[in-house]
């Protein structure tokens, strides 16, 4: 019997940005925040949104089919809230939101991955270096709006990363850690708070070292972690017995992610510790379509660098001098790549 095609998935597919939108706009326009605890009739969170009435039913209904509301009752008198996970997390007075990278993705990255064909064309990037000549961090770092809501949506999108690293690495056998782009230190202040005996360095550019140290006075842990200025092509990274890197390695090329590797080599002692906090590639590249994507997102945002795998780690820490491995699954798609010295 032959075969019952199906093309379920290939407009699954092709739509989904649709669902991506609808979630994206709602961060946006800050609805989970919102409604909080509370719960709302379509007109009441139409009203406090300052939505027209013909999208409202469409918009929060689409919510509730997509599971990012729950609605008690039916019609004008049901009324939407948030479920336990959108009001976690995407509730800007919880201390767990990470709609930062929504934010971000529906700010800048959804209209330039419009030009994924012309990126595969032309390996360029099509993100602001295409209107104003700058690469990436060059236009972030100018603007100290954007230069926040970067910081924000990178940390917010590596908290439970950065937790389940703490609960998973032998954290106890070292004393001093370096996180390598530190951004808002959340990676130091996480595994510092799980870590009493740790100290700890959170080294990046100089513009980043203001908003990092007001989150480090906040948790009070200034006497703990040190905010270091600096550039890691130019400078050394400060010495320490672990050195972390999240999300880093893969906005660059291959020469400069080697080149990263060697100073993190040179900075650690013998028996010292690599960590690489990524979307590690499968080595079969069948899988973890998650880490794929943020390749093609990395082609788009800076044309040659590229996500890779567990393997391509091992090669490139070997030819540093690295002599042992280990990799751990932290949240989702994203493993804590680990080089020993």
Known sequence: MKQQLDPTHIMQTATAFWASKVLLTAVELELFTILGEESMTAQQLGKALQLHPRGTFDFFDALVALKFLERDGDG??????????????????????????????????????????????????????????????????????????????????????????????????????????????????????????????????????????????????????????????????PKADVITMGNILHDWNLENKKLLIKKAYDALPEGGAFIAIENLIDDARRENSFGLLMSLNMLIEFGDAFDYTGADFREWCSEAGFKRFEFINLAGPTSAAIAYK
């Open 76 to 237: 004008e008198k049901g009324k939407y809230k948030n479920t336990p996970e959108t009001g976690v997390f995407l509730n800007k007075t919880s201390s767990a939101y990470i709609g930062g990278l929504p934010e971000m993705l529906n700010s800048r990255l959804f209209g330039f991955w419009n030009n994924l064909g012309t990126a595969l064309k032309t390996g360029q990037p099509q993100n602001e270096v295409k209107q104003h000549g700058k690469s990436m961090f060059e236009e972030l770092y100018a603007n100290e709006s954007s230069l926040g809501e970067f910081l924000s949506a990178m940390s917010g999108f590596q908290g439970q990363n950065f937790i389940q690293l703490a609960e998973k690495f032998d954290f106890p056998k070292y004393k001093t850690v370096s996180d390598i782009g530190g951004a808002l230190a959340l990676l130091t202040r996480t595994i510092g708070d799980r870590h009493k005996h740790l100290s700890f360095n959170s080294f990046d550019l100089p513009p980043v070292a203001p908003h990092a140290q007001r989150h480090i006075d906040a948790a009070d842990m200034s006497d703990r972690i040190t905010v270091v200025p600096g550039d890691f092509f130019k400078d050394n990274f």
